[in-house]
Structures are given as structure tokens and as C-alpha cells.
């Protein structure tokens, strides 16, 4: 079956094709088709035509491009003690945002509806219309299960399993909703926007809690039901000792998370509750939250040195509150002897270069991604 307009939008958006003759070069069909399919996609204002920025001679091709102000997405990233609740366009610029606090803790009805309530009011400051809205995203600090889309026996979220996320917020916002695990929205984020070439990316989020995000050719690695990355609960063999709020002993998470690393600032005097506590203290430079932070980096790459012999990745992004230049120096100094040398002679290591936006930016990808999909363009055009 010849490419439909689903399939030509596609191209257009992954730059694959930016003038009518790559399309007909790319897929084949005649110059009659090719203006049909882009007629349709123009009528429908997904695509925009203007000026070519290149030119081999002749009439100026016009350049196509995909129309990332057709509509707008509203991104959630929900972290354990706040929320960040913005409105993007279709590239995932943020327009407007806003944060809120939310104590996942509270429960699912609570932070939800509370999250409703700021969507509402971002719109109304927007003066922009529900229709308006392509689909919304929201990344919860819990696995999800792939094929439920609800959190899957979260660790750290008491009354959150198999919680009707998506369902909830289409109450309150009737599009589509897309609920993801925040290291995996963070490493989607940080894919398109800085690596999207990149074959193999993992992100490893050091908060709260620990997490892993891995992208394989472009697509999300989340394992058959939700768990893959969860390295926050890898057990480790000497700290025992070490209580998790999973109820477990021994996990990495009770071990070298800022939940963690926040304690034991607290018991040298230091009073430190959360990630978010340490992060604060780092960016002053405090010695003690340097020090526990580069001793948490260490025992992380212990752990990371099995990920890395294992996807083999070329660039692995460190995130979260704790990211920073004492956590990465720590995780060097294990990863590096504890890994094959081969499975790290191209290793990029780096900090995220989005931030807190990563997950922002991950989920209105995602929602891009299926609501622009070709099944779903071909589907609303035959409409």
C-alpha cells in the first residue's frame, strides 16, 4: 500500500523530507500524489509550507515543516513533594508553567485533583480553549505498567497501585492522556533534544529515589510489565543494614538516593529532609553534602557498571536533585574499574542538560508521538 498522508507527515516531522521532491524521492510516489497527501495535511494546518533553505537551481522548492502551533500539550512531571504542570508546543517549547505542592504521599485523588485545578488555571491564563489541546502527559515517580498505563506497585507512593490515572485527569481535561515513568519521560527529554542520533541513551535519576530511563533506537525500553530501570531496588550485599521505604533492606535507594543522603547530613547536625534539601545545599557548596553526595555517586556506580556492561549505551545522563559534579566524579571512580572496558570506550557521561524540564519536555514528545502517529493522522483525516 503506497504512503498515506499519516506516513508523509512522518517524514516531515522526523526532517526526513522538507520539500515536495524528498517526498517523492523518499516514498516513491508521483508528483499528482504527493500534492494530494500534502493538500490534506495543509487543510488540516499540521503542516506548514514557506521558503527553502536550500537550492540546486531552478524555481525555489518551498520547505515544508511540520506546524508545531497547531495545538498545544499539557505536560505534568510529578515529583514526591511537588508537581510542575506546563503547557508546550508541539516541539515541546514551554510557554507557561507553573509548579505546585503536592505530597505524593496524600494519595492519588488529592495530588490529581490539585494538578486539575492548575491545569484549569495555566488554560485560563493562556485564554486557551480544551479543543485546543492535543493531549496531555504526566510522569509519575512509580514503574507503569505498558499496557494498564497505572502505576505499578509504586515503592514510594502508598494508594497509588493500579491507580486509574489517565482516567482521572480525562475527567477534568477530555483528551488524550499519556502517564509515564518520570526517569523514562526524563530520558526521552533528553534524547530528542540533545541525542537524537543516539542509538543507545540512559538516564539515571538520583532523587527522592532512584530510577533508570533507557531509549533504544529512538523508543523507550520499559520491559514487560514497567519495571525495566528500577535499579533503586537493586539489593546490595554489604548494607544490609539499610532500611528502604519499600520495606526492603539493602536497596541502592536506602543506600545513595537524596532521601539518603539527606539523613545522614541530618545526623552530623545538618538538617536535611528530601533531594530536593541536598540539591540546595550542593549549589552552596556545603562540604558534608559534597562529600555524602560524592560517596553516593560511588556506591551508584557500582550498580551502574552492571547497566552500562549490559545496554552497552553511548551517552548515560545523570539527573535529578542530586546531579551534579561530586555525584558523576563518584560514580567514575566504580563505574569505570567495575565495567568491561569495551562496553565503555565510547561512554559519554554527562549531566542532563534540561533539568528540571527534562520530564516536560519527554512528555509532550510522547503525546506528539501518538497523536501525530500515521495510523492516527490517516484515521482523523478519513474522518
Request: proline share 5%.
Amino acid at each position: 500500500m503506497p504512503p498515506g498522508p499519516g506516513e508523509v507527515l512522518d517524514l516531515i516531522r522526523r526532517g526526513k523530507a522538507v520539500t515536495r521532491g524528498d517526498i517523492a524521492e523518499v516514498t516513491g510516489l508521483s508528483r499528482m500524489t504527493v500534492a494530494q497527501r500534502l493538500d490534506a495535511l495543509l487543510a488540516a494546518d499540521v503542516v506548514r509550507e514557506g521558503r527553502a533553505d536550500r537550492h540546486t537551481g531552478g524555481r525555489m522548492p518551498k520547505r515544508l515543516e511540520f506546524n508545531v502551533d497547531h495545538s498545544r500539550v499539557v505536560a505534568v512531571s510529578i515529583d514526591t513533594r511537588h508537581a510542575k504542570v506546563a503547557i508546550t508546543d508541539l516541539a515541546g517549547r514551554i510557554l507557561r508553567e507553573e509548579k505546585c505542592r503536592t505530597l505524593v504521599a496524600h494519595g492519588p485523588e488529592t495530588v490529581l485533583n490539585t494538578i486539575g485545578e492548575t491545569v484549569a488555571a495555566l488554560l485560563r491564563r493562556e485564554h486557551l480553549d480544551a479543543s485546543k489541546v492535543s493531549g496531555l502527559g504526566i510522569s509519575l515517580p512509580s514503574p507503569v505498567d505498558p499496557s494498564t498505563r497505572r502505576p505499578s506497585q509504586p515503592p514510594i507512593m502508598p494508594g497509588w497501585d493500579a491507580y486509574p490515572v489517565a482516567e482521572h485527569l480525562q475527567e477534568i481535561l477530555p483528551t488524550t492522556v499519556l502517564v509515564e515513568n518520570d526517569a523514562n519521560a526524563m530520558a526521552l527529554g533528553e534524547q530528542v533534544t540533545g541525542y537524537p542520533d543516539c542509538r543507545a541513551l540512559v538516564l539515571v535519576k538520583v532523587s527522592t529515589g532512584i530510577g533508570t530511563g533507557i531509549v533504544i533506537d529512538g523508543s523507550l525500553y520499559r520491559g514487560i510489565d514497567g519495571g525495566a530501570g528500577d535499579i533503586g531496588h537493586v539489593r546490595l550485599g554489604d548494607r544490609l543494614e539499610a532500611e528502604c521505604q519499600c520495606g526492603g533492606h539493602g536497596c541502592l535507594a536506602a543506600v545513595a538516593s537524596g532521601r539518603a543522603v539527606a539523613k545522614a547530613l541530618t545526623a552530623l547536625g545538618v538538617p536535611a529532609t528530601s533531594g530536593q534539601d541536598v540539591r540546595l545545599l550542593l549549589k552552596r557548596g556545603q562540604p558534608e553534602a559534597v562529600r555524602l553526595t560524592h560517596e553516593a555517586g560511588r556506591v551508584l556506580g557500582t550498580v551502574v557498571a552492571t547497566v552500562v556492561c549490559l545496554v552497552n549505551p553511548g551517552v548515560l545522563i545523570i539527573g535529578g536533585d542530586l546531579a551534579s559534579s561530586a555525584l558523576i566524579s563518584g560514580i567514575r571512580e566504580t563505574l569505570y574499574p567495575l565495567s568491561l572496558p569495551r562496553a565503555t570506550r565510547h561512554l559519554d557521561i554527562r549531566l542532563g542538560s534540561l533539568g528540571e524540564d527534562a520530564a516536560i519536555v519527554g512528555m509532550t514528545h510522547a503525546v506528539v508521538d501518538q497523536v501525530f502517529s500515521p495510523e492516527a493522522i490517516d484515521t482523523r483525516l478519513a474522518e
